[in-house]
């Protein structure tokens, strides 16, 4: 776990996806359990957004990518029920088609590029995710 840690204050964590939707994914966690994001203190949403701000910089930056997805999700779709930030850069369109066992399959709209990727998700590699800890946490 130590080397996915991108970012850590006496409030939050920010760490690497073990399962992330695409290279770079990143999780901002406060360190309260706290199920709900309404729930929230003032403080510790406050040290939150700093450091999603701060992480989703260093993330755009390590990945060349200025467009993300910064999502927090309350009950319906959160699979985990405490606070947490997903910072995922963007699709890029255009870029390689997945390839499965019969034939290339390339998506139509970004709709179809969600399901796909979704769909296609495995576990970080440990090489991968120390190389993007590194250059992410060299942004920072």
Known sequence: MEQRVLYETDEVVAILDILPLRPGHTLVIPKVHIPHVTDLPADI????????????????EAMQNTALNIVCNQEYAQSVPHVHFHIIPAPQLGGSPRLDATRAIIPRTRREL???????????????????????????
Not at 122 to 137: F, K, P, W
Request: glycine letters at 10%; aromatic letters at 2%.
């Open 45 to 60: 949403a406050a040290a939150t957004g700093v450091a999603v701000s701060k992480v989703g910089k260093a993330v755009s």
């Open 114 to 140: 969600h399901q796909l990727e979704y769909e296609g998700r495995s576990e970080l590699d440990e090489d991968e995710g120390r190389e993007l800890a590194e250059r992410i946490r060299a942004k920072l």
